[in-house]
T-cell receptor, first 120, second 112 residues
Framework: AQTVTQSQPEMSVQEAETVTLSCTYD???????LFWYKQPPSRQMILVIR??????QNATENRFSVNFQKAAKSFSLKISDSQLGDAAMYFC?????????????????FGQGTILTVHP | DGGITQSPKYLFRKEGQNVTLSCEQN?????MYWYRQDPGQGLRLIYY???????QKGDIAEGYSVSREKKESFPLTVTSAQKNPTAFYLC???????????FGDGTRLSIL
């Protein structure tokens, strides 16, 4: 089975500091997509950053960057200069290829989530 | 602005009743999805559709049904066969399969 695992149920950080959220995954596929989603108290799912597995360069979006280690199957999210608005549940997710009824499709698999608290 | 609209925001179901959750998108996306989220948990895939008039079961399809008669719309019906329907339901869409999914604001379903 292809899985995504977030081993940190909760993390906290001081405002303006840096925090890293961990994510590991397991797949036999060679090509796939990895994502970090943010879910604030409003419950809306917001795409933070994405990484294609075939790309060696780590993705960056403003204060958000990833450390993608393909061999180790690790995909951590670093948030720099943390802000109060970063407080949310963060989900690591991946699209692995799956099959249903003979049709191949990309199944978005989520980790369990990490609750991030930002202290002023 | 383009986006995904889910309605209603809150929904209550009586025992033995079927209820339908609406999901509409104006992003011109081919693929649409329904997820269920239980408190403190990640998302689980209920159904997905990659094109009009076609849909496939996800991981937890039992007790649910969908239709995809129009590209813009992908309603989810929670039937009386779903014995534990209380959850937060999220609809999503993507340009096509394997692309990043954009989510609606969700519907919270509770049992009366």
């Amino acid at each position: 089975a292809q899985t995504v695992t977030q081993s940190q149920p909760e993390m906290s950080v001081q405002e303006a500091e840096t925090v890293t959220l961990s994510c590991t995954y397991d797949t036999s596929e060679s090509d796939y997509y990895l994502f970090w989603y943010k879910q604030p108290p409003s419950r809306q799912m917001i795409l933070v950053i994405r990484q294609e597995a075939y790309k060696q360069q780590n993705a960056t979006e403003n204060r958000f960057s990833v450390n993608f280690q393909k061999a180790a199957k690790s995909f951590s999210l670093k948030i720099s200069d943390s802000q109060l608005g970063d407080a949310a549940m963060y989900f690591c997710a991946s699209i692995f290829e799956a099959n249903a009824g003979g049709t191949s499709y990309g199944k978005l698999t989520f980790g369990q989530g990490t609750i991030l608290t930002v202290h002023p | 602005d383009g986006g995904i609209t889910q309605s209603p925001k809150y929904l209550f179901r009586k025992e033995g009743q079927n209820v339908t959750l609406s999901c509409e998108q104006n992003l011109n996306h081919d693929a649409m999805y329904w997820y269920r989220q239980d408190p403190g948990q990640g998302l689980r895939l209920i159904y997905y559709s990659q094109i009009v008039n076609d849909f496939q079961k996800g991981d937890i399809a039992e007790g649910y049904s969908v239709s995809r008669e129009k590209k813009e719309s992908f309603p989810l019906t929670v039937t009386s066969a779903q014995k534990n329907p209380t959850a937060f339901y999220l609809c999503a869409s993507s340009i096509f399969l394997n692309q990043p999914q954009h989510f609606g604001d969700g519907t919270r379903l509770s049992i009366l």
